[in-house]
């Protein structure tokens, strides 16, 4: 048996025929030590800032992407979350 489409949230299986919606979501970090806004940052100053970050928690910070499909529930809590405190249709 080959193992269907599956929502990547939940897991719920997504079955062939059936609707769903496919999740593209980046996150980038910004931060004013990663793009200062009043000119070139420092490099001796920028490394000495991030030095007490290990590789993980960098590159976390700077850029994640989360991509796949999602079952209507999970689209519609994700919706939810985004649109929180705002009506949402
Ligand atoms: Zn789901």
Redesign the pocket.
């Known amino acids: 048996m080959t193992a269907g489409r599956r ?6 299986a997504l079955p062939v025929g059936a609707p769903y919606f496919r999740v593209a979501l980046a996150l980038q970090g910004e931060s004013e030590v990663l793009a200062p806004a009043d000119g070139p940052a420092d490099p001796h100053a920028l490394l000495r800032q991030l030095g007490h970050l290990d590789a993980d928690e960098l590159e976390a910070g700077v850029h994640e992407e989360v991509t796949g499909p ?6 519609a ?1 994700l919706r939810a979350f985004f649109h929180r405190g705002r009506s949402v249709q």
């Open positions: 929502c990547l949230h939940c897991e719920r999602l079952c209507p529930r999970c689209r809590e």
